[in-house]
């Protein structure tokens, strides 16, 4: 693992959790002409309801504050990386991507489309709700970035390393995200089993890559990864594919979690080339007679110091959260062996 680090000249981040907080708040509902708003949240809310997914609950809970009790719904799917798709009061309700609604031949009209480029310009997620045919309006649902995101990339940026966001959510959303903390490439509208083709691709272009997720839906791409970063308030199964979990959800202990494994990695060449040196001469003196037994005995006692001392420089590590924020505790990260 800690060869790895050395080797790490890609980082990719999921979005959703990682770069934002992955507290989804409902922000808006959007009906289609002749749909009354309750009515749009009430059936979207109850299929959503159905769903542990951070969207899915975000808009549940916004359904649940504006009209109270949300009906049952019957015949409920997840449709993977796409939506969900319900029986609610005798209405077949798709709620999801445009794509989703588009397969089943129900298109967004002129003025829903053109709110629905509005709300994605701004890095707004945007939901479309259809039933009995056709699309009945969007539901904008936002997550903020977190504060100190665009701090880490650029200290990943000093550590020569390439960011790249990773995410399922629409390429317009990602790019706004990607802008406002300085990510240049960005891959979105990616499939939750396509994760993993896209670190391997980039394994097979040469790359070394390092994975920061959170999610169920990133612990495949985690264990595919040469080195797999979990945000410790992600997911357990995330955090058991990886390789280093970070206690804290701040994405510069990312950044500090590799500059310590470089740094530790450093201090052991150190160490493994004076003693080699330093047995490499002393022992031909010692064979032939040429050193004192005692001075020996002294001399090896004095290499072991050395090593230690050496080996104590890590404890003058400073997280870099800690150098601009003196009310954020220092980089705490827990290692552990997996086979990947």
């Not at 240049?184 to 990616?190: C, G, T």
């Not at 797999?228 to 199964?237: P, R, S």
């Not at 001075?295 to 959260?321: H, I």
Request: net charge negative.
């Amino acid at each position: 693992m800690l060869e790895s680090t050395r080797r790490t000249n890609t980082v990719v981040l999921d979005k959703t959790g990682t770069v934002t907080t992955g507290k989804m708040t409902l922000e808006d509902a959007l009906p289609a002409e002749g749909t009354e708003r309750d009515e749009l949240l009430r059936l979207a809310g109850a299929v959503e309801d159905a769903s542990e997914h951070p969207i899915a609950q975000a808009i549940a809970t916004g359904a649940v504050t504006e009209t109270g009790t949300l009906p049952e719904v019957e015949s409920f799917e997840n449709i993977e990386g796409r939506g969900v798709q319900g029986i609610v009061e005798g209405h077949a309700v798709l709620v999801g991507r445009e794509s989703l609604l588009a397969d089943w031949g129900q298109h967004l009209d002129e003025q829903l489309a053109a709110a629905k480029q509005q709300a994605e310009s701004q890095g707004k997620t945007v939901v479309a709700v259809g039933w009995d045919g056709q699309a009945r309006g969007l539901l904008v649902v936002a997550d903020q970035i977190k504060p100190t995101s665009a701090e880490a990339i650029g200290y990943f940026k000093q550590l020569g390393l390439t960011p790249v966001l990773l995410t399922g959510d629409n390429q317009r959303v990602a790019e706004q995200v990607a802008a406002e903390v300085g990510i240049d490439e960005v891959i979105a509208e990616v499939l939750p089993q396509q994760k993993v083709d896209v670190v391997a691709g980039l394994q097979q272009q040469g790359k070394t890559v390092a994975m920061v997720g959170d999610g169920v839906n990133d612990a495949p791409a985690l264990a595919q990864a040469d080195l797999g970063l979990a945000m410790g308030t992600g997911t357990d199964v995330a955090i058991e594919a990886a390789d280093i979990t970070l206690v804290r959800g701040d994405l510069r202990a990312a950044a500090d979690a590799i500059r310590l494994s470089r740094k530790t990695l450093g201090v052991i060449k150190t160490n493994l080339f004076w003693a080699f040196a330093y047995n490499s001469s002393a022992i031909p003196l010692a064979a032939f007679g040429l050193l004192n037994p005692m001075l020996a005995g002294a001399a090896m006692a004095f290499s072991s110091v050395c090593v230690v001392t050496n080996s104590l420089r890590l404890r003058r590590f400073k997280a870099l959260a800690d150098r601009t924020a003196t009310d954020t505790p220092g980089t705490e990260i827990n290692t552990q062996t997996t086979t990947n």
